[in-house]
């Protein structure tokens, strides 16, 4: 599992520009239907941009933003501590963590017990939620 998921990684973070052109209203479309029932997004002005639960944490400017640092969010620890070892939300961090959140962090701090509050596991199209969500931030 470790070896797999380090390949994927790097695999993803390889592909860089090629999979940063997802389509951006095909992620808006896979965002309505897969994520706003835990993640909203919500600007700085407090607009709600699309509406959603609040389960997980405002995505609004997740692109570029270090991990567990979202203002008024309460995050589980493991998340803290990979934003405190240099986690920083990219396109290849983003896509390797939706697909499994707890191996991902498991094997980013190397700490079988790490676990993430995101227990769904988005397995295609998040290059394209990539691209919507990259629409948000600067």
Request: aromatic content about 10%.
């Amino acid at each position: 599992m470790k070896t797999k998921m380090i390949l994927s990684f790097a695999l993803l973070a390889m592909a860089g520009t090629a999979q940063a052109e997802g389509d951006v209203e095909e992620g808006k479309k896979t965002f309505e239907r897969r994520c706003r029932a835990c993640h909203m997004i919500q600007d700085d002005a407090g607009e709600a941009i699309q509406r959603g639960g609040r389960t997980g944490p405002n995505l609004y400017g997740v692109v570029g933003r270090t991990a567990g640092t979202e203002d008024g969010f309460r995050y589980r620890d493991s998340i803290v501590e990979a934003g405190e070892k240099g986690l920083v939300w990219d396109e290849a961090s983003l896509e390797a963590y939706v697909q499994d959140p707890s191996a991902f962090l498991q094997e980013f701090l190397d700490d079988k017990s790490a676990r993430s509050g995101m227990t769904f596991k988005l397995r295609e199209g998040m290059e394209d939620v990539y691209a919507y969500l990259a629409t948000f931030s600067n």
